[in-house]
């Protein structure tokens, strides 16, 4: 049975943890009021993805102030200086690896669609040929491998676009000089390819991005198929094959025409891996909200998903993606709620080991009152040894000193009531040394 002071002892060292606990819990408890979410540009595909955070969030008080950027290249820099709090990234652009930055959830699949005019593509004969292509003739192939001197509306500097179509050169083997990037994207993009200022128009978008549909819309222009899309993939980081079906965009008339292999990307959500908890849990909930649905590329419950995240993962995120929401915001508020799972997430690893040493801690303790007493064996067994056919008064007398000053200091031991008698039992035998020291003395 453990003793009252044992149970004081572990008593106040629960109360101290559980104190400690509630103090960092209540470091900076209520969450920040405002939050900026780097997106793309204006009314674009990034842009209203981020106006449904905005939506979301507001309901419960925080202001996502949404930032036009360039795209996901800027969406980056921005989230690794610092700059603002949550980012939309296209797949394959990342922060510096040494960036505080972690992945909150994939959120989609973007495919990178290539639009050309219809009148300058290749036959269906030659839509895999090696051969080249001159600007402005009907030569352009579908194998990318084989573009040469085509003018590429790719987006501006910043943008992830032109980071994807840098990325596509490198898998096809071209050299930049090859062909020309213009800094033109979403609407600018899509009226320099009709105007014929442009060959191609390369995105890597939502589909539902308003300046795509369009696009599908123009009988003059064409999305391209690209040849020997799982090569590319594989040479092409962060992307898989993806299938939009024929009738996807619009049924009537069906855009896509026939069912299209598209090389995809997954888009994430990044933010600041200081980000404060209350708000990640209010960011992932909206993501299940936004993404969890049934849409033209993936079927129900696929996103959000921290698979192919390709950054550190935040573990609340990771835990709430895997377990959903947890039955204590149905009782607490929100911010309270989140932080408590955030701290039980962070507390479980510690538990497993705290948990065996806690069962182990009243034997280490009961070890320690006994060896207080117990370390004085050692010398009242030397004495003992030393005093048998000991005949010198003098020598006796000395022994007799140290055994007397043993006496007192187990004497002066505090030990708890339940290890008195250690004590008890060791003055015992002091004086039964102390004894037989005396009838040596006395012979």
Known sequence: MRSPDARLVWGGVSALLLLALTAWLARDLPPPRVMIFAAGGEGGGYWRIAERYRARLARFGVEVQVRETAGSVENAALLAAGEVDVALLQGGVNPPEDAAVEALAVILPEPLLVFARSDDLASPEALSDAGGAEAGTSAIPANPGAWRGLRAAVGPEGSGARAAWRALEAAAGLAPAWNEALPLGGGEAGEALRAGRADLAVFVAPLDAPYLRPLFDDPRLTALELAHPEALARRLAA?????????????????????????????????????????????VHAAMQIHGGRSLLTDEGVYPTLDGAALPADVQARDLIASGPSALGDVLPWWIAAQINRVMLLLLPALVLLVPLMRAAPAIYAWRMRSRVYRHYEDIRAIDEESRGLNDPDRIAALDRRL???????????LPLTYRDYAYTARVHVDLVRRRLAARRAA
């Open 404 to 414: 007397a000053e043993i006496d007192e200091a187990l004497g002066d031991l505090r």
């Open 239 to 283: 992307s898989r094959v993806t299938v939009l079906p024929a009738g996807a965009v619009q049924l009537h008339p069906p855009r896509p025409a026939q069912d299209m292999r598209l090389l995809s990307m997954n888009a994430r959500l990044a933010a600041r891996s200081d980000l404060h908890p209350a708000l990640v849990d209010r960011l």
